[in-house]
């Protein structure tokens, strides 16, 4: 991401997108930059944080997630994980 914007953001490729600074019209993008950026560096395994609140960014997240062809698998994270608050989602490899 060298050519960032002035409105751009660096997020630090760690497997962990935390969407709680984002407005709700730029999840979808923001999701989708995220796990392309992430399958570039052969991160596979990412939790996607979204909040419980009462689900539309999770289902912004999710409906993201079944049109993009990278995502191999997704569910919500383990009670350890923020449960119903954060999804966990498999790319597909390489």
């Not at 009462?54 to 994980?81: F, K």
Request: with cysteine; hydrophobic share 35%.
């Amino acid at each position: 991401m060298p050519d960032k914007q002035p409105d751009q953001v660096e997020l630090p490729l760690d497997g962990t997108l935390d969407l709680h600074t984002f407005q709700p019209r730029e999840v979808a993008a923001v999701v989708a930059d995220y796990l392309e950026a992430c399958r570039e560096k052969r991160i596979y395994n990412i939790r996607v944080v979204h909040g419980k609140g009462i689900g539309n960014l999770r289902r912004t997240v999710e409906a993201t997630l079944q049109r993009l062809e990278i995502v191999d698998s997704w569910e919500p994270a383990g009670h350890d994980g923020g449960h119903w608050g954060a999804t966990l989602v498999r790319l597909k490899p390489l």
